[in-house]
């Protein structure tokens, strides 16, 4: 057999273990666990017992959306106590004073801004902001902290089902994947393969198992338990974190958390990435960081990526060229795999089913994007988001555990 052949087998071979041996990554039947089929593990929550929430959303130049998100935050139906606390990363668009002008437009649930200031070196501004807003929702005890990002939006009974999940499933951190924008012909492209690649690299599976194999969770949707946020000291474990959301989870599960990940259905990204270069630069800015700034990490993902989603193509037309028909056979049947497993993800998404082929494509470009951030670090450049940039990380200073609850 030619060596073209040798690689495309491989490829298929690789392929059969993902679809069979990776948690089943590629299935998107991981929902939100009910009331009704709890584990045992803890008590259903009584109609005059739901725990206190309180809402936490860090927010830096989000004026563009906040009028798609905060309404829906500020209109949750929850039978419970609950508040929203904004906390404005230093915003330059009037973030904060178009959060007042919601509330009292819309009403609903209470709405507290806050403004911290510049984060103190060895913080990232989302964990710095979100720091600020946990220490004063805390000096008022709720019993869970809702930790959601600013381009979030809610179904009105979105609070009440993730409290209900976390009660009667003995859940100490409750996390969706929230349904990402696609409507544009580069998001219908890449976005649903980004939550595709997320489940292949952290199966929802292996993290929800009751003896885990895997730790993540997403950030924009975090319901988390507040006596399990200080025993496992977060955020300031995590301070320097890029990629906060599987540090936050890692935080949670080292001290004896039990962790749920799931994809949603009552909670939708709001952000518009109508362009490649919007995409680019959201993949790009914490590619590097997930490879942990080790660049024999970074060549393993680059022939990981040609061989797995690159080869199959090109084996297929090569081979069927050349007249190699054990390659072209290989090739195809890799492909064919691959697509196969992509086609619940779309499906989800609510796509067409002829971006399957496709995803050869999107994997060269997210190879792409994953090489830029590597050379962006290496150019000092490192995780850059909204006017900052994050180098690798140092030790921060211990000082910064000292926040008075409220400062």
Not at 249 to 269: F, M, P, T, Y
Not at 336 to 344: E, H, I, R
């Amino acid at each position: 057999m030619s060596t073209l052949a040798w690689f495309a087998l491989v490829s298929l071979a690789v392929w059969v273990w993902l679809l069979f041996g990776q948690g089943f990554f590629w299935r998107t039947d991981q929902r939100l666990p009910s009331a009704s089929r709890g584990h045992g593990a803890g008590p259903r929550v009584e109609r005059d017992r739901w725990p206190r929430v309180a809402v936490v959303v860090p927010a830096r130049d989000e004026a563009e959306v906040l009028s798609l998100s905060l309404p829906s935050l500020l209109a949750q139906d929850y039978p419970g106590v609950a508040e929203v606390i904004l906390v404005d990363d230093g915003s330059t668009d009037g973030t904060d004073r178009l959060a007042v002008e919601l509330a009292a437009r819309h009403g609903g649930l209470p709405l507290t801004v806050i403004s911290p200031g510049e984060p103190e070196p060895g913080w990232t501004g989302k964990l710095w902001a979100l720091r600020h807003g946990m220490a004063l929702a805390r000096t008022r005890g709720p019993g869970f902290l809702l930790l959601t990002d600013a381009d979030i939006a809610h179904e009105p009974d979105s609070l009440r089902l993730l409290v209900s999940a976390a009660e009667a499933n003995g859940l100490d951190l409750v996390s969706q994947m929230a349904r990402l924008r696609v409507e544009s012909l580069w998001e219908r492209l890449v976005v649903p393969a980004f939550v595709y690649f997320f489940a292949q690299l952290y199966p929802f599976r292996w993290i929800n198992r009751p003896r885990p194999l895997a730790t993540a969770a997403a950030g924009g949707c975090v319901l988390l338990r507040t006596e399990t946020a200080v025993a496992a000291d977060v955020p300031e474990a995590i301070r320097q974190a890029v990629i906060d959301d599987v540090s936050l989870a890692r935080a949670v599960r080292r001290a004896g958390g039990r962790i749920w990940l799931g994809l949603a259905e009552r909670v939708d990204s709001v952000r518009p990435y109508p362009g490649l270069g919007d995409l680019w630069r959201m993949v790009a800015r914490s590619a590097y960081a997930q490879l942990r700034h080790s660049p024999p990490l970074l060549l393993g993902t680059v022939a990981g990526l040609v061989l797995v989603y690159l080869v199959p193509p090109v084996a297929l037309f090569a081979g069927a060229v050349r007249g190699d028909g054990a390659a072209a056979w290989a090739g195809g049947a890799a492909w064919a795999v691959m697509a196969g497993t992509y086609v619940p993800m779309l499906r989800y998404y609510r796509q067409p089913l002829w971006l399957a082929p496709l995803l050869p494509l999107t994997a060269f470009l997210y190879l792409l994007m994953t090489v830029d951030s590597a050379v962006r670090h290496h150019r000092g450049v490192g995780a850059a988001w909204k006017g900052r940039t994050y180098a690798r990380p140092e030790a921060a200073p211990d000082r910064c555990r000292d926040l008075a609850p409220g400062e």
